[in-house]
Nanobody, 127 residues
Framework: QVQLVESGGGLVQAGGSLRLSCAAS????????MGWFRQPPGKEREFVAA????????YYADSLKGRFTISRDNAKNTVYLQMNSLKPEDTAVYSC????????????????????WGQGTQVTVAS
């Protein structure tokens, strides 16, 4: 079992920045592909970013490229999401997720790829 705990959310003014963290325990973090998703109020959960276990390959939602950056520190069992130039439409609950299976054609943009999820952290961007 893998446990994921997000932190770093909060209230920020438009144009500001936040860095979210997701701490993992209970498994081999360095072997997991990690993703960030978000769920805006009243909407479906959507893909934000993902990073493969070797940290070489990263994936982003097209609309977020250039503003959001995903990274990981395997020594700290933590994945990060740096969010810059925040907009009110970025308001959402942000959740991290872990993929611990090794499938050659996994779709990192899909929620179904991930086996474990954190509880989420609220990000609110005020205009």
């Amino acid at each position: 079992q893998v446990q994921l705990v997000e932190s770093g959310g909060g209230l920020v003014q438009a144009g500001g920045s936040l860095r979210l963290s997701c701490a993992a325990s209970g498994g081999t973090f360095s072997s997991a592909n990690m993703g960030w998703f978000r769920q805006p109020p009243g909407k479906e959960r959507e893909f934000v970013a993902a990073i493969r276990r070797n940290a070489v390959y990263k994936y982003y939602a097209d609309s977020l490229k250039g503003r959001f950056t995903i990274s990981r520190d395997n020594a700290k069992n933590t994945v990060y999401l740096q969010m810059n130039s925040l907009k009110p439409e970025d308001t959402a609950v942000y959740s991290c997720a872990a993929d611990v299976r090794f499938r050659p054609n996994a779709n990192y943009y899909s929620t179904t790829t991930y086996d474990y999820w954190g509880q989420g952290t609220q990000v609110t961007v005020a205009s």
